[in-house]
């Protein structure tokens, strides 16, 4: 993406000589928004140097004085010493942090605010009856979290362990999983070797994404589990490319009348699309149905039972779509939904599309999950639901 990031170079002393091992990347924490203002972007950008400054530094100055002459097949203790490296750092930090707390306060505090009681509740109306919705419907919208702050510099330790292993795989002539597992196992091979379901990022319409829709941060693709591990791959690989070559084909021209105006929808824009910091492309979609029925079309034109060899998964990312000011989830830009809402557009989502079989983050973490699934359940009888 053209963004500073991190590179770890790993040299060993063989035979008395110096020699280059391997390097390893790995991305920045930061998020790249594509609608932010300049001001946000400006203060974005300059973080992230100081991110990669701080880990560059580690990386040169501290880390190699505390790994070398270290074996590299010592993955443990090469791990150990990054820990209390990084512990040593965020101690440093929290004191750095508390002092600067310390001289900003005030002498006097002020007195604390009382709150405003709370509204009586909404009088019940003849005839009504009390359901699971109106249950949902009355939580309280808790407030936004603080965002966790991220130490500068703590990239640099994920790389460093990393490369490491690798360095160890290649001095061994393993490739590096096995190395990896044979760590798990006391070094000796496992038995029977098991990989991770695959699945990846196709594309992504989140908050981010230039278009209106702000539910779908990203479209998710899983193979089906009964394919290897390399057709899985292959599998994403082959959609993967189809997307990139729908996005790069220009729309067709819109029809004209006979007085010359445009027949076609007004304001509506062409479909592009640029990566994003997750791997896929960021697409500027305006309805929860465009992202899928691209899908469904890909899918077609390469004989892919959708709902069979392929299935779906969506991570809706539900506490950036917040509106605190109405309480209500912003699933597209002027369209907000409450709780209860949000359940019927979810499970309108399912029946129409039965091959989503997951949805990642669809409410803030603080509704209750058991209730939520018996409400869903409840509207949806016949679909195992899966809320991770």
Same mark, same amino acid.
């Given at each position: 993406?053209?963004?500073?990031?991190?590179?770890?170079?790993?040299?060993?002393?063989?035979?008395?000589?110096? !020699?280059?091992?391997?390097?390893?990347?790995?991305?920045?924490?930061?998020?790249?928004?594509? #609608?932010?203002?300049?001001?946000?972007?400006?203060?974005?950008? +300059?973080?992230?140097?100081? +991110?990669?400054? =701080?880990?560059?530094?580690?990386?040169?100055?501290?880390?190699?004085?505390?790994?070398?002459?270290?074996?590299?097949? #010592?993955?443990?203790?090469?791990?150990?010493?990054?820990?209390?490296?990084?512990? #040593?750092?965020? *101690?440093?930090?929290?004191?750095?942090?508390?002092?600067?707390?310390?001289?900003?306060? @005030?002498?006097?505090?002020?007195?604390?605010?009382? @709150?405003?009681?709370?509204?009586?509740?909404?009088?019940?109306?003849?005839? *009504?009856?009390? &359901?699971?919705?109106?249950?949902?419907?009355?939580?309280?919208?808790?407030?936004?979290?603080?965002?966790?702050?991220?130490?500068?510099?703590?990239?640099?330790?994920? =790389?460093?362990?990393?490369?490491? =292993?690798?360095?160890?795989?290649?001095?061994?002539?393993?490739?590096?999983?096995?190395?990896?597992?044979?760590? !798990?196992?006391?070094?000796?091979?496992?038995?029977?070797?098991?990989?991770?379901?695959?699945?990846?990022?196709?594309?992504?319409? &989140?908050?981010?994404? @230039? &278009?209106? /829709?702000?539910?779908?941060?990203?479209?998710?693709?899983?193979?089906?589990?009964?394919?290897?591990t390399k057709q899985g791959i292959d599998l994403l690989l082959e959609i993967q490319k189809q997307v990139n070559r729908v996005m790069e084909t220009p729309p067709p021209p819109k029809p004209e009348t006979k007085k010359g105006h445009d027949t076609g929808k007004r304001g509506q824009q062409p479909?592009?699309? !640029?990566?994003?910091?997750?791997?896929?492309?960021?697409?500027?979609?305006?309805?929860?149905?465009?992202?899928?029925?691209?899908?469904?079309?890909?899918?077609?034109?390469?004989?892919?039972?959708?709902?069979?060899? /392929?299935?779906?998964?969506?991570?809706?990312?539900?506490?950036?779509?917040? $509106?605190?000011?109405?309480?209500?989830?912003?699933?597209?830009?002027?369209?907000?939904?409450?709780?209860?809402?949000?359940? $019927?557009?979810?499970? $309108?989502?399912?029946?129409?599309?039965?091959?989503?079989?997951?949805?990642?983050?669809?409410?803030?973490?603080?509704?209750?999950?058991?209730?939520?699934?018996?409400?869903?359940?409840?509207?949806?009888?016949?679909?195992?639901?899966?809320?991770?």
């Amino acid at each position: 993406m053209g963004l500073p990031t991190l590179q770890v170079e790993i040299s060993c002393t063989i035979q008395n000589f110096p !020699k280059y091992i391997c390097s390893v990347v790995i991305p920045a924490h930061f998020e790249v928004s594509e #609608n932010a203002l300049p001001e946000v972007v400006d203060a974005e950008e +300059a973080e992230r140097h100081q +991110a990669v400054n =701080a880990a560059l530094q580690w990386v040169n100055e501290s880390i190699t004085e505390e790994l070398w002459g270290l074996n590299p097949s #010592n993955q443990a203790e090469v791990d150990h010493r990054l820990r209390i490296f990084f512990e #040593n750092k965020v *101690q440093e930090d929290k004191e750095r942090r508390e002092l600067e707390r310390s001289s900003e306060e @005030p002498v006097h505090a002020p007195p604390p605010v009382i @709150p405003p009681p709370p509204p009586p509740p909404p009088t019940k109306k003849k005839g *009504q009856k009390q &359901g699971r919705r109106d249950t949902l419907l009355e939580k309280p919208i808790i407030p936004p979290e603080p965002p966790e702050p991220v130490l500068h510099g703590s990239m640099a330790i994920g =790389a460093v362990s990393l490369a490491v =292993a690798k360095a160890s795989a290649r001095l061994g002539g393993t490739p590096l999983y096995m190395s990896m597992a044979s760590l !798990k196992h006391g070094q000796e091979p496992p038995s029977m070797l098991t990989m991770p379901l695959v699945m990846g990022s196709v594309l992504s319409c &989140g908050k981010s994404s @230039p &278009g209106k /829709l702000n539910l779908m941060k990203e479209v998710i693709c899983i193979p089906h589990p009964g394919l290897t591990t390399k057709q899985g791959i292959d599998l994403l690989l082959e959609i993967q490319k189809q997307v990139n070559r729908v996005m790069e084909t220009p729309p067709p021209p819109k029809p004209e009348t006979k007085k010359g105006h445009d027949t076609g929808k007004r304001g509506q824009q062409p479909i592009t699309g !640029k990566m994003s910091h997750l791997g896929c492309l960021t697409v500027n979609y305006d309805t929860l149905e465009q992202p899928l029925l691209l899908i469904q079309g890909i899918c077609s034109n390469l004989g892919i039972e959708l709902g069979m060899s /392929l299935h779906l998964a969506i991570n809706c990312a539900a506490h950036e779509l917040m $509106d605190y000011s109405k309480g209500k989830y912003e699933v597209m830009v002027g369209t907000h939904k409450n709780i209860a809402e949000m359940v $019927d557009l979810y499970v $309108d989502l399912i029946n129409k599309y039965p091959s989503i079989i997951a949805l990642i983050d669809p409410f803030r973490k603080e509704v209750s999950r058991v209730h939520l699934f018996c409400f869903i359940c409840d509207k949806v009888r016949s679909l195992t639901f899966h809320i991770l």
